[in-house]
């Protein structure tokens, strides 16, 4: 009986040490696993990557001319009494505020191509008549300057594409797939902050397809730190590929809190090859103006849910050429189901232009598929601006002045009016019954030849005499009114 005690004993102190060993093995375990995770939690050192992909990143130094000041503007507000004790100062001390001065501006940017292809942001380089590319080859070699040429721009995107001509093949870095990256993924920002020269900053992807203000933006947020000078500068991912060039801070105080806004490289490579290119963008166009498809419009028009695009107005071009209609809602674009304005928008122009696309429209409680051919969107802007530049101008022609509405004379107007075919001056369309002009005889039809004893041949002609008179200190302008042929001088008040 105690034998079999005994060795029920041995047995029960032998899986007591299993149980202790099994535990113990569980428990270094974790404890290695916890190490692993301590491990990876502080990260590895980032300055291997850093390392690798400096080389390709440039500051970008510009120069402007600027005209100078009339004025001692910047001291004291216009107009104010003190302006010309300023000016009298200014002129005691020699300074010549009309003289051109050179305006300086810092930037950054990254090379993308051994030939010395280079990204950077517009507004680095707007308006600039120098640009300067300052590279960092590191291992001991000197810092080099090298003048760069622009070879295109695109204000819509902000980016703008450089060449610099090296006497060897440059480093380059590549661009990734921005649409991979996530919330939370590790990002590095590269560039030049405040001027204080080359500069890395790390931090972690905020958010995604962030909208600033234009209708292709698809900005990435990060925390990485920007300041003013990362403008045109990268944004790494952890394999040292560009996804996307940093643009823009959220800041009450000009300084990085922490809100930064790189535009994503899918759409900067479309851009850059556009550019590269052709030297401009060319993006598609479809014809439409269009609105969001709200819950009560989806309601209304039958649809499942709000979505879409609807359009409210077709003017001429290919949309109207191929049939779409006001009150259409597009639903699919080229195979892609179209959830929104903006996107409908982006979609359309990263297609090339002359592509024959499939858009499916929600039409009178059905569907209907119609095949549209793509225009240019920069050619329908020219258009659009020439045809504002018409009304701007038709507006100028017509213009309320002393209380007579004044338009230059043109050759029709002298025509159906019998007049000489010689004759210069400003026809009058309209009197204000109210005002003096009306009071001292004027009326339609009437014909001011001169004005302060100057002959007037356009309303600008007409307002500088106004304003001599008035630097004169005379408080009336003196006109020639001819009707009928008949001249006759009249004094108009120049007092509001």
Known sequence: MQAKSRSISVRRDDASVMVRLMWLTIVGALIVLAQ?????????????????????????????????????????????????????????????DNRPRRSNALG???????????????????????????????????????PA?????????????????????????????????????????MGNPLGQGFSVSAGIVSARNRALSGSYDDYIQTDAAINRGNSGGPLFNMDGEVIGVNTAILS????????????????VIKVVDQLREFGETRRGWLGVRIQDVTEDMAEAMGLDKPGGALISDVPEGPAKEAGLLAGDVILSFDGVEVEDTRGLVRQVGETTVGKSVRVVVHRDGSTQTVLVTLGRREDAERVEEEEVEAIEEQDEENKDILGLTVSPLTE?????????????????????????????????????????????????DLEARMEEAREAGRKSLLLLVRRGGEPRFVALSLEE
Do not use: C
Request: aromatic share 6%; glycine share 12%.
């Open 252 to 267: 009450p105080n000009g300084g990085s809190i922490g809100i930064g806004f790189s535009m994503a490289s899918n759409v």
């Open 108 to 146: 950054s940017g990254f090379v993308i191509s051994e030939d010395g292809f280079i990204v950077t942001n517009n507004h680095v380089i707007a308006e600039a008549d120098e640009i300067l590319v300052e590279f960092f080859p590191g291992d001991g070699q000197p810092v080099k300057e090298l």
């Open 412 to 460: 029709t107007l002298r025509e159906d009016m019998g007049l000489d075919p010689e004759m210069e001056g400003l026809v009058v369309s309209n009197v204000d019954e109210a005002s003096e002009a009306f009071a001292k005889g004027l009326r339609a039809g009437d014909v001011i030849t001169e004005a302060g004893q100057q002959k007037v041949a356009s309303i600008s």
């Open 36 to 96: 692993t995770v301590a491990a990876q939690a502080r990260g590895e050192s980032l300055a291997p990557l850093a390392e690798q992909i400096s080389p390709a990143v440039v500051n970008i130094t510009t120069s402007t001319l600027v005209e100078g000041q009339t004025g001692p503007q910047g001291i004291v507000p216009e107009g104010s009494p003190f302006e010309d004790f300023f000016r009298e100062f200014q002129d005691r001390n020699g300074d010549d």
């Open 149 to 189: 040429k622009v070879i295109g721009t695109d204000e819509k995107t902000d980016i703008a594409l450089l060449k610099v001509e090296a006497t060897g093949p440059l480093k380059y870095v590549t661009f990734g797939d921005s649409d991979t990256a996530r919330v939370g993924d590790w990002v590095i920002a």
